[in-house]
């Protein structure tokens, strides 16, 4: 079973700022990788898929890369709504797992 | 408006059973597959398992495996999620969520429901 670590487990960002949130899996999963954001008290929200395609509706601050085992998801200009907890996940093999999350406050 | 809308809050006791619904509208239900998530609270995101309702088929997650059993009704477009003896341990947020390709059993999850919260207490 391929196991995900995100990092760091907690970023502390000046709105404005750049955010960088890495993403690892113990091992290739291609591009069949996605980025989701969760807001206290909601369901998930698809950010990202294929590694870096934004999903309907995403603003243009959201953006991915990487592929095989290591993925990063930039948000380059943080707004307040952004401030929330980031989780990657691979859909490569079954089950598909989900990091540990990163969560990204106000500095 | 493509959307999964899931039953209320539970309140259990240990050792009851329990059964969540979770009904898709808006899309063709029995072409997508769809996928159980439980989130503890305070905790990350975990894959239970997931089911075709085209056919029933179900794949499980091995941590959950023999542990809920998952069903569908096609004639009702709704998915389920059930125990048959529920723990303490149950006590958690649990989303069904549809993936971004048709047909696709490993992909991307767009569309979730808006979670069920259990919680199993003496």
């Known amino acids: 079973e391929i196991v995900m670590t995100q990092s760091p487990a907690t970023l502390s960002v000046s709105p404005g700022e750049r955010a960088t949130l890495s993403c690892r899996a113990s091992q290739s999963v291609s591009s069949n990788l996605a980025w989701y954001q969760q807001k206290p008290g909601q369901a998930p929200r698809l950010l990202i898929y294929?590694?870096?395609t934004r999903a309907t509706g995403i603003p243009a601050r959201f953006s991915g890369s990487g592929s095989g085992t290591e993925f990063t998801l930039t948000i380059s200009s943080l707004q307040s709504e952004d401030f929330a907890v980031y989780y990657c996940?691979?859909?490569?093999?079954?089950?598909?797992?989900f990091g540990p999350g990163t969560k990204v406050d106000i500095k | 408006e493509v959307q999964l809308v899931q039953s209320g809050a539970e309140v259990k006791k240990p050792g009851e059973s329990l059964k969540i619904s979770c009904k898709g509208s808006?899309?063709?239900?029995?072409?997508?597959?769809i996928g159980w998530v439980r989130q503890m609270p305070g905790k990350g995101l975990e894959w239970m398992g997931i089911?075709?309702?085209?056919?029933?088929?179900?794949r499980y997650s091995p941590s959950f495996q023999g542990q809920v059993t998952i069903s569908a009704d096609k004639s009702i477009s709704t998915a389920y999620l059930q125990w048959s003896s529920l723990k303490a341990s149950d006590t958690a947020m649990y989303y069904c969520?549809?993936?971004?390709?048709?047909?696709?059993?490993?992909?991307?999850?767009?569309?979730w429901g808006q979670g069920t919260m259990v919680t199993v207490s003496s």
């Open positions: 996940q691979q859909y490569n093999n079954w089950p598909p797992p």
């Open positions: 969520a549809r993936p971004l390709i048709v047909g696709a059993i490993l992909h991307a999850f767009d569309i």
């Open positions: 089911i075709y309702p085209g056919d029933s088929d179900t």
């Open positions: 808006g899309y063709s239900f029995t072409s997508y597959w």
């Open positions: 294929g590694a870096s």
